[in-house]
C-alpha cells in the first residue's frame, strides 16, 4: 500500500485541479498595461538549465522607486502553483491591488515582489514565451532544474538590476501549492538566504516524481535542522480546513513543535482555492521586513 499511496495521491491531484481552481494558467498578456500605483516591469533573463536559454518574470516595485535613487528595498519572491506562470498570482489574486491596498493603510512595510516562472521546459520550443504548463505535466515533470538555478538566475539576476537588500533579512520567500513545495525546499537548501518563508498548501515532502533528484529534494529534515539553527523570523504555514493536504500539514506542524523549530500555523475555512492563498498572502505580506 505504502508503495501505491504516491500514485494515488497524484491521482487525486491531477483530477482536484479543475475543481479547486488549482491555479487557472493564465495568458501571457501586456503586463506592463495593467493598473497599480506601483511599478510594473516584464523582466526577461538569461536562464542557467540546460537547453533552456530565458525566462521571465514579473516585477512590482513601490511607486517611489524611481524617484529615490538612494534607497535599497528588500524582496519577496512570489511562487506560483501548477497550471501558472509569471502572471498567475496577479491574474487570479489581484496581488498588485492586494499591496497597494496594505501599503496605503499602513500594514505592509514597502518591498519588491518578484514573480519568477517555475515550470519545467523541455527546451526553448517547449518554452514558447513562458507558457503554462497544464498541471499533471507540471507535477510529473518536477527534476529540480528550476531550483539549482534559482539563486543565480533569479535571486542574483534581481540584485544585479535592482537596488535590493542582499542580507537575508531583506528576502522573503512564498508561493502556493506546488510553489509552496518549491519555497519550502529553496528556503531550506539555502537557510542564509531567506529571513521570512510563506508556505501556502503545501505538499512538505516531494513526490514520487522527484526521487532522483536529492540534490534538491532529499534530506529534508537535515537541511531543516541547519536552516533552524539560525531559524527564519518567520515560518508560516497556512491551510485551509478542507483542503487535501490539511492532515498532511498537521503532521508537519507536529514534527516541527516537537523539534522545537519555531513556525506559525494558520488555519481557514475553505480548500485548496484562490480565495484562501489572497488572504493567505494578505497575512504574511504583514510580517515580513518589520
Known sequence: MKKILPFLLMAVLACSCSMA????????????????RGIIEAVEYPSGERDLSKRRMTVYLPEDYYRDSLRSYPVLYLLHGARGNEVTWDDSA???HVLDSLRGQGLARDFILVLPNMNNYFGDRDYKDGHA????????????????????????????LYRTQREK?????????????????LSASYPRAFDYVGLSSPYTYAHVAACN?????GSLWRKLR?????????????????????????LYDRKL??????????????????????????????????
Not at 481552481?21 to 497599480?36: C, H, L, N, V
Not at 529540480?144 to 535571486?155: A, Q, W
Request: proline share 4%; hydrophobic share 35%; charged share 25%.
Open 21 to 36: 481552481r488549482y491555479a487557472r494558467g493564465p495568458r501571457t498578456q501586456d503586463i506592463e498595461a495593467r493598473s497599480g
Open 94 to 96: 489581484r496581488v498588485f
Open 257 to 290: 513543535t516537537r523539534k522545537g523549530y519555531p513556525h506559525r500555523l494558520i488555519i481557514a475555512e475553505g480548500g485548496h482555492q484562490w480565495y484562501n492563498w489572497s488572504d493567505f498572502l494578505i497575512d504574511f505580506s504583514q510580517q515580513i521586513f518589520r
Open 169 to 185: 533579512g531583506g528576502r522573503a520567500i512564498a508561493g502556493m501549492s506546488s510553489g509552496a513545495l518549491q519555497a519550502l525546499y
Open 133 to 160: 504548463v497544464n498541471a499533471v505535466r507540471a507535477f510529473w515533470t518536477v527534476d529540480g532544474e528550476v531550483e539549482r538555478y534559482f539563486m543565480h538566475d533569479v535571486v542574483a539576476r534581481t540584485d544585479s
Open 226 to 250: 541547519r536552516q533552524f539553527s539560525d531559524p527564519p523570523k518567520d515560518y508560516s504555514l497556512y491551510i485551509g480546513k478542507t483542503d487535501f493536504f490539511y492532515p498532511h500539514i498537521l
Open 213 to 217: 533528484h536529492d540534490d534538491v529534494y
